[in-house]
Every structure is written in structure tokens, then in C-alpha cells.
């Protein structure tokens, strides 16, 4: 067995793993994790949107003359806003790797990828809802969701 570091040589290559396949129970079993996850992400937008107001008043402010403004403010805004992004992204990978898709990070919008008749759909979520009760084409979106029963 070879000491020291592995090298690689190009050209690499790397093997694409297609997303998993939900079943309309193993994806309603999934908004155990996915629930909690859709939720941190949300709030995590809504401060990001809160942070993003704050800081164009600090901007205008700024632009004005300056009035009688911490010159720390826009920085600890900044980081804050850094902070909550992060927050967002880690929710959404942790979501990603459960095997469903976040669709819109400020409605907290989850699609799960399923099987119908052979073609690939998506079981559709959004948070605030008990269950998976909606499904749509690819193209279809939400605009295009239709009750589970369907399936």
C-alpha cells in the first residue's frame, strides 16, 4: 500500500448518482427532517430581508450626511447579513441531501422527485401544509399542482 498523498491525473471523472425517488410515503416520512429544515430556512430568509432593509437605510444615511450614525453599524449589518445567507444555504444542502428540491427558500416551497407511470414528477410541498397533498409535471410548477390522489 502506497505511502503519502493520492494524486489524481486528468482528466477526471466523475459519476453522476441520479436524485432518489420519492413514494408519496417515503416523502411524507421526509418532511420529518424536511419540516424542521423548511422552517430555519424561512426564518433565516425573513431576517435576511429585515438585514437587507436595515442596510439600505444605513446606506441612504450614509449617502446623506451621515447623521449620527456608528461607524460599526453597516460592518455588524454586513455580517449579519453573511450570517443568515449561511444559515439559508445550510438548510437548503441539508434539504438537497435528503433528496428534495427547495423550490423557493422564502416560502419555504419543497418538491420531492417521484415516479409516475414511468415519467419523473414532483411531489409538491409547501411548509405550513401537513402533508404532501400536491404533485406536478416538471414544467408545470406550482401553478401546476394537482391533488395526490391523481397519481
Known sequence: MPSGPITLEAP?????????HF?????????????????????HRQEVATLLSRRADLTSTI??????????????VEAEI???AKGVAQCVNRIHGLGAQVKDADEGLVDFPALREGEEVLLCWKLGED????WHGLEDGFAGRRPVDEL
Not at 449617502?63 to 455588524?76: F, M, T, V
Not at 402533508?131 to 400536491?134: D, G, L, Q
Open 12 to 20: 477526471y471523472t466523475f459519476l453522476r448518482v441520479p436524485p432518489p
Open 23 to 43: 413514494t408519496l410515503e417515503k416523502a411524507n416520512e421526509a418532511l420529518a427532517e424536511v419540516r424542521p429544515l423548511a422552517e430555519r430556512m424561512v426564518a
Open 63 to 76: 449617502s446623506g450626511n451621515g447623521g449620527d450614525l456608528d461607524p460599526g453599524e453597516l460592518a455588524r
Open 82 to 84: 453573511a450570517e443568515e
Open 131 to 134: 402533508e404532501i397533498a400536491f
